[in-house]
């Protein structure tokens, strides 16, 4: 059975970092592509930054490269979200999320398999 628990979020000001954790258990990283998502209230669930089974290809939104690190520890089956220089617009519910087979299709929620149950980011200004 895939389970994903993610931990870390908070209330922090701008400006600030959080580190979002993701333990996965049921699944090992090396054969699922992994990322986070997140969704602010009234709007959709959008990409963070996304990671492919192998390592080997990444992904960033525009809206957080240069400011979120995404990292994973295959040997602890666990994913990091590093978030930095934090703005009130990445408040939201950050998910992570794994999906099966092919890494294409990586940008659509519904492509995904399994997600944990989200923490929620404040970011005040």
């Known amino acids: 059975q895939v389970q994903l628990v993610e931990s870390g979020g908070g209330l922090v000001q701008e400006g600030g970092s959080l580190r979002l954790s993701c333990a996965a258990s049921?699944?090992?990283?090396?054969?699922?592509?992994m990322a986070w998502f997140r969704q602010a209230p009234g709007k959709e669930r959008e990409l963070v930054a996304a990671i492919s089974a192998g390592g080997s290809r990444s992904y960033y939104a525009e809206s957080v490269k240069g400011r979120f690190t995404h990292t994973r520890d295959v040997a602890k089956n666990t994913m990091y979200l590093q978030m930095d220089k934090l703005e009130p617009e990445d408040s939201a519910a950050y998910y992570c999320?794994?999906?099966?087979?092919?890494?294409?299709?990586?940008?659509?929620?519904?492509?995904?398999?399994?997600w944990g149950q989200g923490t929620q980011v404040t970011v005040s200004s």
């Open positions: 999320a794994a999906k099966e087979g092919y890494y294409s299709g990586y940008n659509f929620p519904a492509r995904y398999d399994y």
């Open positions: 049921g699944l090992t990283f090396s054969a699922w592509h």
